[in-house]
């Protein structure tokens, strides 16, 4: 959908806003705006911290999107008393403005307990309530976040001060205006949002269809009519009769990965696997290629195949024998199995080897794994192409609309007269 124009424009006199509608203004911050302040990191940091009482934001709070709460802190109400100054209110913007969030922002809500921010999170308070939705919107736009991006404390990227948020300029439309740009940008960012929610439902379908196919294949193969046995594993009752059923450690040896710090990498093509995947290179190799990783802290239970010789890191187990067994195949059964269960299960945080040795996997004969692997191969390719069209499908949909908003609040078009469909 194309909008109209507004019929005339003048030169803003910014470089992040351009031309802006004649009738508008060009405003600083502070003049819109009765408080810009955050608060602080109570006395004695998260040790202050309680199970229940007046709810503390930090920057991992805020989202574009608005307030996320699963990791939210509570502080007492004697050290919120402490901190009055930084208490928020109902239809303050709340801004992130240190680390990897800033820019980040967004409202807090109507009927929002009451609550304190941390000096990671700058309070912006309007000077007329009803200038707060379309506020907000504006801080969501390519022209303010490009501000941020250049008024950030030195080289380092270390922060937004108050000054600097005051000073920043934003395009100001009449107060009718302003109702009407809001309420369109509500309408059709609701409508993106739901689009990209189903692109998001339909990867979320899309792994589990990848995980039944990797399990049903590696544990009953690829003929419906094989004779079965009972296979002894839990949660699988039966296993084609002609496989063998073996613990881990007969099927493939698990070893912990070496030790590597940054100080001895060297320069080199060998890639580094960790917990989380290839991080870097280095100028030699500790195991050959193809290999099968694992984290053994962290990000627990991802399988990694690599190709090549490569590093594998002590924070991940690697296969050291695949026992003659194919390795994209082990790769693809060890996929069905719950490391983060027996990871919880250790005393200390993580995988131990030993505890994944002695599971029983269902192993068929090598011939019959390389057909298995081929069939696997060919069908997730199918449904990684359908995720990733999905994901670029979010990709376009989250490019729209932050579009949208930056061409609303500077009145790169006119949404005055458009009404809910």
Known sequence: MSFPRYPNYKDSGVEWLEEVPEHWAVQPVKSLTTRIASGKTPLGGSETYVDEGVTFLRSQNVYDEGLHLDDVAFISNVVDESMAVS??????????????????????????????????????????????????????????????????????????????????????????????????????????????????????????????????????????????????????????????????????????????????????????????????????????????????????????????????????????????????FVWYSLQTVDFAAHSAKAAVPGIDRNDIHVLPVAVPPKDEQGTIVTFLDSELAKLDTLTAEAQRGIDLLQERRTALISAAVTGQIDVRGCTPC
């Open 87 to 328: 208490r928020v209110q109902p239809g303050d913007i709340l801004l992130n403005i240190t680390g990897a969030s800033i820019g980040r922002s967004c409202v807090v809500p109507v009927e929002f307990p009451p609550a304190n921010v941390n000096q990671h999170v700058c309070v912006i308070r309007a000077l007329k309530t009803s200038q707060v939705p379309f506020l907000s919107w504006t801080f969501k736009s390519t022209p303010v976040k490009s501000q941020i991006a250049h008024v950030q404390n030195g080289a380092a990227r270390e922060g937004l001060n108050f000054d600097q948020i005051g000073r920043m300029l934003v395009a100001i439309p009449p107060m009718l205006e302003q109702f009407a740009i809001a309420a369109f940008l509500d309408r059709e960012t609701a409508k993106i949002d739901g689009l990209v929610a189903e692109q998001r439902r339909l990867m979320d379908l899309l792994r589990e269809k990848r995980q039944a196919v990797i399990s049903h294949a590696v544990t009953q193969g690829l003929n419906p009519h094989a004779p079965m046995k009972p296979s002894g594993i839990e949660g699988i009752a039966n296993v084609p009769a002609h496989w063998d059923v073996l613990v881990i450690k007969r099927f493939s040896t698990l070893h912990r990965g070496h030790d590597l710090t940054d100080a001895e990498r060297t320069d080199g093509s060998y890639p580094v696997v960790t917990s989380s995947g290839i991080n870097g290179t280095h100028g030699s190799f500790m195991a050959h290629g193809p290999g099968v990783v694992t984290g053994r802290y962290g990000s627990t239970g991802r399988l990694f195949y690599i190709q090549d010789d490569f590093w594998p890191h002590n924070t991940s187990l690697y296969v050291s024998n695949f026992h003659c067994n194919h390795p994209r």
